[in-house]
Nanobody, 128 residues
Framework: QVQLVESGGGLVQTGGSLTLSCAAS????????MGWFRQAPGKDREFVGS?????????LYADSVKGRFTISRDNTKNTLYLQMNSLKTEDTAVYSC????????????????????WGKGTLVTVSS
């Protein structure tokens, strides 16, 4: 059974940093482009960032996090990461990772349409 398990969420002050992890199991991790989404209370889920199945330079970010968040992956550890710096109160949300099977080494995405697997999420709370 495929599992995506997020960790690393918590409470942080404005301007602080957190690193989220998403551990994948029971899938060939390197066959999936991966991404992060978030959902704030009372709001729709929104795209945060994605990375191609090979990693490297092929990444895509939402404008709201560009320059502050960095997505990366380690295919040897079947793990996806999200380094979050300069956190703002508006970054408060449940962050979930998602996997999108692809044949392309360079495919990245910016919507939740057609994701194959989802994690349950980890809560990030940014306080002022």
């Amino acid at each position: 059974q495929v599992q995506l398990v997020e960790s690393g969420g918590g409470l942080v002050q404005t301007g602080g940093s957190l690193t989220l992890s998403c551990a994948a199991s029971s899938l060939t991790f390197s066959n999936y482009a991966m991404g992060w989404f978030r959902q704030a209370p009372g709001k729709d889920r929104e795209f945060v960032g994605s990375i191609s199945r090979s990693g490297g330079v092929d990444t895509l970010y939402a404008d709201s996090v560009k320059g502050r968040f960095t997505i990366s992956r380690d295919n040897t550890k079947n793990t996806l990461y999200l380094q979050m710096n300069s956190l703002k109160t508006e970054d408060t949300a449940v962050y979930s990772c998602a996997a999108d099977w692809t044949k392309s080494d360079r495919w990245v995405f910016n919507s939740d349409y057609g994701m194959d697997y989802w994690g349950k999420g980890t809560l990030v709370t940014v306080s002022s």
